[in-house]
């Protein structure tokens, strides 16, 4: 049984804060955290899960720390509505210095504030095989559990680091492309084999300081009424056309 200390202990990993204090976050689910296990299980400090759990994935048991838990322990220190078998302790991901390689595409965020738009941008960035993502400082933070979950285990695939976009992009030789309205159509623009993709906030879009480093302004032409797309389907849109270059 969990002690109240354990549970509260657990409930304030929700906390950025006390998540960067730790350098720990929370991992829920019982598809992700068997992919966890399976290819990163020195990452797991310490494991939650029913004896179902255990049952399916006999390797959950090697973790030092491995307790079996009840639905409604597991239900006390989730951060779901619906937990679901199984909730791991996880050790951030070591952020390696970037440099964007010479025949690769990165991915540039800039101030993508929602969190399920951040785990989907880092899903879809590990879809279309984009292996490095930089975020400046005001993103989402990625180990939080909205954004962890929404990743669907991408979040072990894809290298994201925080850095402040202007310093980094002016030091950078690659091509700069930007989403933005006013910019040229999508579908004319020729990729080049590597460069950096900027997307904007989800309201403001790119902000000036990032938008006079660009070397390229392309949009997704619009042919209804709505004033706008959600930053991650402009991604997603973005992400194709370049990959289908």
Same mark, same amino acid.
Request: glycine share 4%; charged share 25%; aromatic share 8%.
């Given at each position: 049984?969990?002690?109240?200390?354990?549970?509260?202990?657990?409930?304030?990993?929700?906390?950025?804060?006390?998540?960067?204090?730790?350098?720990?976050?929370?991992?829920?689910?019982?598809?992700?955290?068997?992919?966890?296990?399976?290819?990163?299980?020195?990452? *797991?400090?310490?494991?939650?899960?029913?004896?179902?759990?255990?049952?399916?994935?006999?390797?959950?048991?090697?973790?030092?720390?491995?307790?079996?838990?009840?639905?409604?322990?597991?239900?006390?220190?989730?951060?779901?509505?619906?937990?679901?078998?199984?909730?791991?302790?996880?050790?951030?991901?070591?952020?390696?210095?970037?440099?964007?390689?010479?025949?690769?595409?990165?991915?540039?965020?800039?101030? +993508?504030?929602?969190?399920?738009?951040?785990?989907? *941008?880092?899903?879809?960035?590990?879809?279309?095989?984009?292996?490095? +993502? *930089?975020?400046?400082?005001?993103?989402?933070? +990625?180990?939080?559990?909205?954004?962890?979950?929404?990743?669907?285990?991408?979040?072990?695939?894809?290298?994201?680091?925080?850095?402040e976009l202007d310093a980094f992009l002016a030091n950078q030789q690659l091509p700069v492309v930007g989403a933005m309205l006013g910019g040229k159509e999508l579908s004319s623009f020729e990729f080049p084999k590597a460069g950096i993709l900027v997307i904007?906030?989800?309201?403001?879009?790119?902000?000036?300081?990032?938008?006079?480093?660009?070397?390229?302004?392309?949009?997704?032409?619009?042919?209804?009424?709505?004033?706008?797309?959600?930053?991650? +389907?402009?991604?997603?849109?973005?992400?194709?056309?370049?990959?289908?270059?």
């Open positions: 049984m969990l002690s109240k200390n354990e549970i509260k202990y657990i409930q304030s990993l929700g906390h950025k804060k006390r998540r960067d204090e730790e350098r720990l976050f929370l991992m829920e689910g019982s598809k992700m955290v068997a992919e966890l296990l399976e290819h990163y299980p020195s990452q *797991i400090v310490r494991l939650y899960a029913t004896e179902t759990f255990y049952e399916q994935h006999p390797a959950a048991k090697q973790i030092q720390q491995h307790h079996i838990v009840s639905d409604d322990e597991l239900t006390r220190i989730s951060q779901l509505q619906t937990p679901n078998q199984a909730l791991a302790l996880v050790h951030y991901f070591s952020e390696q210095e970037i440099e964007p390689p010479s025949a690769e595409w990165i991915l540039a965020l800039d101030g +993508i504030r929602d969190p399920g738009n951040m785990g989907t *941008i880092i899903r879809l960035a590990d879809w279309f095989g984009i292996r490095t +993502i *930089i975020c400046s400082p005001d993103c989402a933070d +990625i180990y939080n559990p909205k954004v962890v979950q929404a990743t669907m285990g991408s979040i072990m695939r894809v290298a994201v680091a925080e850095k904007g906030n989800e309201s403001n879009g790119i902000r000036e300081d990032v938008i006079s480093l660009l070397t390229d302004k392309l949009m997704i032409p619009r042919f209804g009424e709505a004033e706008s797309l959600n930053a991650a +389907i402009a991604t997603s849109i973005f992400l194709w056309e370049l990959k289908r270059e």
